[in-house]
């Protein structure tokens, strides 16, 4: 009884795991509106209510763009050892299962690789 409650708790963990990772995909990849990314609509916000300079939204807009390379050179450099944990928490979960369950386990793991190749 023990190890079938460890499973819902390592199943719960994994599904928050995967939950959040959705989100981030989500707030990385949306569709921003308009065809507007996230720094044109914080310049837009910042030079409607600040009333902002001409100067001072071209110095703006540099330092946000600034801030997108480094965001993405960040995404770029953290998403192979987020994907080394989101692997090692899989094999982890599967070798607790039974033959039967890791087939499972694997159908699962395909059909949500197959969810979210079709979003990107």
Known sequence: MRLQ????LISA????????????WYLEYRDT???????????????SRL???PEQKQQIGAI???????????RTEIRPRFEEIRRAVREEIRSLLTPEQQKKFDAMQ????SRRKKHR
Request: aromatic residues 10%; charged residues 25%; hydrophobic residues 40%.
């Open 64 to 74: 946000l763009e600034d801030m997108r390379q480094k965001v993405s050179a960040l």
């Open 33 to 47: 509106g308009g065809g507007k990314d996230h720094y044109s609509r914080m310049q837009e916000r910042f030079s």
């Open 13 to 24: 963990l994994v599904g928050f795991a995967l939950g959040a990772a959705s989100v981030a």
């Open 110 to 113: 395909s059909e949500w690789e």
């Open 51 to 53: 009333d902002l300079t």
């Open 5 to 8: 409650w460890r499973q819902i």
